[in-house]
């Protein structure tokens, strides 16, 4: 089963160091009514289960409400996933992982403790294929200076830049901004290549790190933050000093 969240690399890897947990029967009580709806294919009570907005893989947009879950059930939960969450034994296969929530196997589906979904980290092929259809659309419309990359990750707004950044396969990010007054269709004021990947710690937060001589360019994603934290933030250093700090708005991730 294919697992490229993002959000699935952070929880794995944390899951991977801490001890899950037996899940307690309060907790195996709102899961097996998860399983049976999803058994039954109750398609109405499943989606009466969600935490709304549910996150898909960018550029999968997120499903928004019930009805929109419902109008993509099929594409979400193919025969194999209903399969899986079908067969799992609450008791066995679902786990208490802390303030994570519960999750079964190895992460494929979260929960919260008051018997919501969270996430579901898998793809149908239908999504998969969505997926394509939807990168193939943004390299149309992006400059042909950087219309060639395997996966978008996100687009930041800041004051002053229209940031893009997107994975060009094994894991290697470019970096292409704007003055914000520009579209995207333009050719970006600037491009950087070969920029890394930073995890801090458990709660989700994240950076993308670009080097051009002696500025490094650094993409801050603020997951857990203080209560009036922004969702982002742009970082420029020199010679390792800050010459420009911007928070940030996520136009798209």
């Known amino acids: 089963m294919k697992k490229e969240n993002l959000f699935l690399i952070f929880l794995v ?7 899950a947990q037996n899940l307690k029967p309060e907790y195996q009580r709102c899961v097996k009514s998860f399983v049976d709806n999803i058994k039954n294919d109750n398609r109405e009570a499943v989606a009466d289960m969600v935490g709304y907005p549910l996150k898909r893989e960018y550029p999968i947009p997120d499903v928004v409400d019930k009805g929109d879950f419902i109008t993509r059930y099929d594409e979400i939960f193919d025969k194999a996933l209903k399969n899986e969450i079908s067969n799992s034994d609450p008791a066995k296969d679902w786990s208490d992982m802390g303030w994570r929530g519960i999750m079964l196997n190895q992460g494929i589906v979260w929960m919260d403790f008051d018997g919501r979904l969270t996430s579901i980290n898998y793809q149908s092929q239908a999504e998969i294929d969505h997926k394509k259809e939807l990168i ?3 390299k149309k419309q992006l400059d042909p ?3 060639f990359f395997q996966k978008p990750i996100c687009i930041l707004e800041t004051s002053k830049f229209r940031i893009r950044i997107d994975n060009l396969g094994n ?3 470019r970096y292409a ?3 914000i007054n520009k579209a995207m269709s333009e050719k970006p004021d600037l491009i950087i290549m070969g920029g890394k990947l930073v995890v801090e710690g458990s709660g989700g937060n994240h950076q993308y790190e670009f080097t051009k001589e002696n500025y490094v360019y650094e993409c801050a994603i603020i997951i857990l933050g203080e209560k009036n934290s922004p969702p982002a933030k742009l970082t420029i250093y020199q010679s390792g000093k800050v010459i420009l700090t911007q928070n940030a708005t996520i136009i798209a991730k």
């Open 145 to 147: 200076s950087i219309a």
């Open 13 to 19: 890897f944390f899951a991977s160091i801490v001890s």
């Open 177 to 179: 901004s704007w003055s």
């Open 136 to 138: 193939a659309e943004q």
């Open 171 to 173: 894991e290697n990010y």
